[in-house]
T-cell receptor, first 113, second 111 residues
Framework: DQQVKQNSPSLSVQEGRISILNCDYT??????FLWYKKYPAEGPTFLIS?????DKNEDGRFTVFLNKSAKHLSLHIVPSQPGDSAVYFC????????????FGKGTSLLVTP | NAGVTQTPKFQVLKTGQSMTLQCAQD?????MSWYRQDPGMGLRLIHY???????DQGEVPNGYNVSRSTTEDFPLRLLSAAPSQTSVYFC??????????FGNGTRLTVT
């Protein structure tokens, strides 16, 4: 049973606008959440993470928001750039385990000029 | 910076054949993992290791063996390949409180 869910398989956004990617989880033991970005024929690369003791973490154009009561997190990209076009995976773990992650199915983001 | 290196990049096997997917990391990470990615699916954990000599099963371990004799290497063995094992395999490494670093994957086809 999928414990991390990304219900939008794809998203298209215009360059310069905000991209919002969503992720829901079911396991209340999850306390560490990450976003990975993946280009075709490459491995996923780490983008940003958040611990359950926070509700927001920022890194440049990327911000992750965590709503523990709703078991929901989101990734905001502002402003979106064509180079951001990729598949984005949400991942979660319990006990801050960085090696055994549960991944969502991914959202394919297309940023158009 | 090599990071996580996986070989081969591509492999075609016949049903019943065995093979080993190689993974090496040069970051002195204590943790290493193997994931598989299938179309429309996220990455699913096959096996992982928290240090040399210590391995454990993930979500989808059947049909795969691992061992970790050194910190650097974490090979994944397919004992008797089946078409259901056609997938892209990713090896990853990490250290305490650092995120997983992935290799570029091995694309395996079993006919």
């Amino acid at each position: 049973d999928q414990q991390v869910k990304q219900n939008s398989p794809s998203l298209s956004v215009q360059e310069g606008r905000i991209s919002i990617l969503n992720c829901d989880y079911t396991n209340s033991m999850f306390d560490y959440f990450l976003w990975y970005k993946k280009y075709p024929a490459e491995g996923p690369t780490f983008l940003i993470s958040i611990s359950s003791i926070k509700d927001k973490n920022e890194d440049g154009r990327f911000t992750v928001f965590l709503n523990k009561s709703a078991k929901h997190l989101s990734l905001h990209i502002v402003p979106s750039q064509p180079g951001d076009s990729a598949v984005y995976f949400c991942a979660a773990s319990a006990g801050h385990s960085g090696y055994a992650l549960n991944f969502g199915k991914g959202t394919s983001l297309l940023v158009t000029p | 910076n090599a990071g996580v290196t996986q070989t081969p990049k591509f492999q075609v096997l016949k049903t019943g054949q065995s093979m080993t997917l190689q993974c090496a990391q040069d970051m002195n990470h204590e943790y290493m993992s193997w994931y598989r990615q299938d179309p429309g699916m996220g990455l699913r954990l096959i096996h992982y290791s928290v240090g040399a000599g210590i391995t454990d099963q993930g979500e989808v371990p059947n049909g795969y063996n691992v061992s970790r004799s050194t910190t650097e290497d974490f090979p994944l063995r397919l004992l008797s390949a089946a078409p259901s094992q056609t997938s892209v395999y990713f090896c990853a490494s990490s250290s305490l409180y650092s995120p997983l670093h992935f290799g570029n994957g091995t694309r395996l086809t079993v006919t």
